[in-house]
């Protein structure tokens, strides 16, 4: 079983649209949390931190369980521009563990 | 903009020839991550640095691949010998000790024959 496990999708999805993606992991002890964006044929670029009392950035809102071990994305109002992998993060004993990612294609 | 710079971002080779890639952290930067991404695995962990010094490797096959930092400026990934099974884009990432966010740079895409 990976460590952190994501649904690779892809999701097909129109401008406009709200999509949310989830992303479980195994290890209790982990600290910190993130999404990082992935264009393709590009380096994984921070897209947020994510915290238990959940935050947001713009039409991007992150959100952590940490009961449930479980971390949750949701894009609002999606745009073209949108369209990457997302990929979820947990930091531990300094080391970034990653998630596989979850590819997002919007559609004109 | 202060960016981590990796060379060559290209490299083709034929099985068993070395490889060698290099990587520059951000100036002030003192932690330096190696990864690795394949379709198959995602993305990987194969070496840590801090201050310099390799904290863990233990993500990195360890009869072929070694990494080292000759200085701060510096990082090296080599595979001797290279197999078809290491063909990946390779990661090099930077940080600083006290904040999260590692930086990454635009890769090093390697295709072994």
């Known amino acids: 079983r990976k460590e952190v496990e994501q649904d690779p999708g892809p999701f097909n999805v129109p401008e406009g649209a709200t999509v949310a993606f989830n992303c479980t992991y195994s290890n209790s002890a982990s600290q910190s949390f993130f999404w990082y964006r992935q264009d393709c044929r590009k380096e994984p670029k921070l897209l947020m931190s994510v915290y238990s009392s959940g935050n947001e950035d713009g039409r991007f809102t992150a959100q952590l369980n940490r009961a449930s071990q479980y971390i949750s994305l949701l894009i609002r109002d999606s745009k073209l521009s949108d369209s990457a992998t997302y990929l979820c993060?947990?930091?531990?004993?300094?080391?970034?563990?990653f998630g596989q990612g979850t590819t997002l294609q919007v559609k004109p | 903009d202060a960016r981590v710079t990796q060379t060559p971002r290209h490299k083709v080779t034929e099985m068993g020839q070395e490889v060698t890639m290099r990587c520059q952290p951000i100036?002030?930067?003192?932690?330096v991550f190696w990864y690795r991404q394949t379709m198959m695995q995602g993305l990987e962990l194969l070496a840590y640095f801090r201050n310099r010094a390799p904290l863990d490797d233990s993500g990195m096959p360890k009869d072929r691949f070694s990494a080292e930092m000759p200085d701060a400026t510096l990082a090296t990934l080599k595979i001797q010998p290279s197999e078809p099974r290491d063909s990946a884009v390779y990661f090099c990432?930077?940080?600083?000790?006290?904040?999260?966010?590692?930086?990454f740079g635009p890769g090093t895409r390697l295709l072994v024959l």
């Open positions: 990432a930077s940080g600083w000790t006290g904040e999260e966010t590692q930086y």
């Open positions: 993060v947990v930091r531990y004993t300094g080391k970034l563990i």
């Open positions: 100036l002030g930067h003192n932690t």
